[in-house]
């Protein structure tokens, strides 16, 4: 299988008339491999799950009584006797999306066929994502037990927050580490040669696209959990 | 590089050689087909027992006492959930979506088949949990399927304590199992399709079931978060869900949830649900139709637009199940108002199918007797749904027999029946053998009418008030006793059919090893599974070439074509314009 990769035919149109004649097409629709398409679709649906997530914690939030914590009060780190609000997710947001840079490259680095360069940069990206996990341990730990929140209740207003809070970033959180050994692992096959023997690097860009995903999901979370 | 699609590159497929992973841990879509039918329909057959505990309940409530009230609400939980999710669900894209799509679309697998092999066995595990539930303390959840808070983790409901864990746990491990075989049937349908087979040439069975597993990966996710936040608001305490509550004369420790938040997500997935198990059923029963009509099918492009059209608009119609849970009215106008217009491409196919069938040359074989049985319980079902989605008559008839005999004449019977009609038409392809037609006539016209001995009466029963989920109904005054005598007599119905289905197993398992060998193509159908060269079809599905495709999926009866069916991989004979 040495001729894998998938290029354009090169009767493909370009505008609408090509979106028609890809729709219309036979083999396949979307010209891109099946792990591919596979992936896109899985994010699609993976995309409901958060909307869902985020959708029913701003419904919790309008409808609980009790008034919400502030989370930039809540979030915020003491560090050399100044109080600096969201100090903390500030870097991990910058973690995170440092990741998806090192993560862009790697895919770059694919295609052009340089094996040693995928793997450091995929190395550089499971490590900023282990990081991330490592910083939000620390915070669930200082929320836990400085702050005493719990999911069933906290000291600083309605009990809803630190549920939604636990699920939600929980559930990011499962993500990215289960991110983290899917990227360690497509990166020990890149080292080990598998994809230089079957020349296609494919398997890198559709874990560089669950890898983005994820990013893009956080961004959200930052901004209706946060900044909110 | 030349452009070579995926699906024409040699593929090095290994093919199984022990017992074992040929029927067991096998990767072959036609066995996990297989494997999925009979796992539903064994767990489907548990929730007709528990239906007919049911009926015995409610037509004899003074002569016998089987069940406990506590168990009557179980059964009816289980029941509904069963059939709905673990038998229709599983049955129409596990089952029929595993062996047709690659079948039809002219594929050797679906795409991924070793995740298609785990999709099986995560299914098997999430009914595994669901069937322990009725062996744990307390035994299975009696929250009603919809499993509404507060009351469905509230102490004093049946199963509070271990069954409502169980059933959320199962549910979140069926979604997982559905997503990885619903990956796999949307990505083979979309991007392995044989040399010529266009999306608008695909059979109609290829596109509901495609179009249904879309929706699937779309309305699932809402079924997962909230099964995810009422197993931590039961667990751990929290109050998603739960408002500020006395329980047993004791303040509950929740506080601030909301209960309509679970109804909203609940119905967000439970629409689009309905659509998930009737459009494969309206693929399954096109094909039927025109196969034993020997005439195309009429307006397919206007059928596929139909699909489409009825799955999008399943995503904005799911408060019609809410208008009496106190939300804002101008909602329920809102919701009123795509409802009805959800009738619009349904009654487009219903015209259609009647359309097919007028002026064909109609073979009232077993599966089409099933398929012209469909039509008139959908019928049926779906003008009660157009009385359901108007408010003002919604609200009178809410939670009475009447929507009781509505959704079960709609995706009960309806999808059942063409479950029925798809394994009787597609048997001989499956094993090689042929069933007994006679008896195959005997278990539909039994079934047929029996169902309408059962669903008729209910709605009469729900114009006269009668409640549902009540155990006993005695000493409500504005109950006639003449009431209680319409009950009697749908469960003696609901029993007789019951009982009537032991024909359909006798059928299907004696003829599996005694049956008259059957034809290749024993109905004269144009699609590709039919022109396989072995029956059954070996692993791997075609010989060392993919069939090429070279017109639609329903030449029946064309002009001066030498017999009345011209299969799709047959090239148009010279000077022959091919329709699609």
Redesign the interface.
């Known amino acids: 299988?040495s001729?894998?990769?998938?290029?354009?035919?090169?009767e493909l149109e370009e505008g609408v008339s090509g979106f028609t004649q890809d729709?219309?097409?036979?083999?396949?629709?979307?010209h891109?491999?099946?792990g591919k398409?596979?992936m896109w679709?899985?994010l699609?649906?993976?995309t409901?799950?958060f909307s869902?997530?985020l959708t029913?914690y701003m419904?919790?939030r309008i409808?609980?009584?009790?008034p919400w914590p502030n989370p930039s009060e809540v979030f915020a780190l003491t560090l050399f006797g100044h109080h600096i609000p969201l100090l903390l997710i500030a870097i991990m947001t910058f973690i995170l999306i440092s990741s998806s840079g090192t993560m862009a490259m790697a895919v770059n680095f694919g295609y052009r066929r340089n094996r040693k360069a995928v793997v450091w940069l995929m190395g550089a990206t499971a490590l900023f994502g282990a990081s991330f996990v490592g910083m939000q341990a620390f915070e669930w730990t200082k929320l836990i037990v400085e702050e005493g929140v719990r999911?069933?209740g906290n000291p600083m207003g309605?009990?809803?927050f630190?549920?939604?809070f636990f699920?939600i970033t929980g559930?990011h959180g499962l993500h990215v580490s289960a991110g983290v050994i899917y990227l360690t692992y497509i990166a020990i096959k890149v080292g080990r040669g598998d994809y230089d023997r079957s020349n296609n690097y494919e398997a890198v860009e559709i874990a560089g696209l669950y890898w983005h995903f994820v990013d893009l999901v956080w961004v959200f979370i930052f901004a209706f959990f946060y900044l909110w | 590089m030349a452009y070579v699609a995926l699906s024409d590159r040699g593929q090095v497929i290994s093919h199984p050689h022990s017992w074992i992973t040929k029927y067991v841990w096998s990767q072959d879509h036609k066995v996990i087909a297989i494997q999925y039918g009979i796992t539903a329909i064994a767990v489907g057959v548990l929730a007709l027992v528990l239906s007919a505990m049911m009926r015995l309940q409610l037509g004899f409530p003074d002569t016998l006492s089987i069940i406990s009230p506590s168990e009557y609400y179980q059964y009816v939980t289980m029941h509904g959930m069963i059939m709905v999710i673990y038998l229709l669900t599983a049955l129409f894209l596990g089952g029929f979506g595993n062996y047709l799509i690659p079948l039809m679309v002219g594929a050797r697998d679906m795409v991924f088949p070793y995740m298609n092999m785990l999709s099986y066995w995560v299914y098997l595990v999430s009914v595994i949990i669901l069937v322990a539930s009725f062996f744990v303390p307390g035994g299975p959840t009696g929250a009603g399927w919809t499993l509404y808070p507060p009351q469905a983790i509230m102490h004093g409901t049946p199963g509070a304590d271990w069954g409502i864990i169980l059933m959320l746990v199962s549910l979140a491990v069926f979604i997982v199992a559905f997503t990885m075989g619903g990956l796999n049937y949307v990505t083979t349908v979309l991007q392995a399709r044989t040399r010529g087979m266009t999306m608008i040439r695909l059979p109609l069975s290829v596109w509901g079931i495609f179009t249904a597993t879309i929706l699937g990966l779309l309305a699932f996710p809402a079924l997962l978060v909230s099964a995810i936040m009422m197993t931590l608001d039961r667990l751990l305490g929290t109050s998603f869900f739960m408002p500020a509550i006395v329980s047993m004369g004791e303040q509950t420790s929740y506080d601030g949830g909301s209960p309509i938040l679970f109804q909203h997500l609940f119905w967000f997935f439970g629409h689009p649900e309905v659509y998930i198990v009737a459009l494969p059923a309206f693929g399954l029963v096109s094909d039927l139709l025109s196969t034993h009509a020997r005439k195309n099918i009429f307006g397919y492009r206007m059928m596929v637009w139909a699909i489409v059209i009825i799955g999008a608009l399943s995503f904005v119609v799911w408060a019609h199940h809410m208008y009496v849970s106190g939300m804002n009215p101008y909602f329920g106008f809102f919701f009123a108002t795509t409802t009805l217009i959800i009738a619009v491409p349904t009654a487009i196919k219903v015209y259609n199918w009647v359309l097919t069938l007028w002026h064909g040359n109609i073979h009232l074989t077993v599966p089409m007797l099933f398929a012209i049985g469909f039509i008139f319980t959908f019928v049926h079902g779906g003008l009660t749904g157009i009385f359901l989605g108007n408010v003002v008559v919604d609200l009178p008839l809410s939670d009475t027999y009447f929507v009781v005999g509505h959704f079960h004449m709609v995706m009960g019977v309806s999808p059942i029946l063409v479950v029925f009609g798809a394994i009787y038409h597609w048997y001989p392809k499956m094993t090689g053998r042929m069933f007994n037609s006679a008896m195959g006539k005997w278990h539909f016209w039994l079934t047929f009418l029996g169902t309408y001995a059962i669903y008729l009466p209910m709605h009469y029963l729900g114009f006269l008030g009668v409640p549902r989920r009540y155990f006993a109904y005695e000493g409500i005054d504005f109950i006639p006793e003449s009431a209680m005598a319409l009950n009697t007599q749908i469960t003696v119905a609901a029993l007789f059919v019951a009982v009537v289905q032991i024909l359909f197993f006798v059928n299907i398992i004696w003829s599996m090893f005694k049956g008259p060998k059957a034809d290749p193509n024993p109905w004269g159908a144009t699609t590709l599974e039919w022109q396989t060269a072995e029956t059954p079809p070996i692993h791997g599905n075609w010989g060392p070439e993919l069939p090429g495709v070279y017109r639609w999926a329903y030449d029946y009866s064309v002009p001066g074509a030498e017999k009345d069916f011209i299969p799709q991989n047959q090239p148009p004979a010279p000077g022959e314009k091919v329709v699609i």
Do not use: E
Not at chain 1, 63 to 66: A, E, S
């Open positions: 299988m001729d894998n990769a998938v290029s354009s035919p090169a729709w219309t097409s036979d083999k396949q629709t979307f891109a491999p099946w398409a596979m679709i899985f699609l649906s993976d409901f799950i869902i997530f029913s419904k919790v409808t609980t009584t009790v999911p069933w309605a009990a809803q630190g549920a939604s699920m559930f």
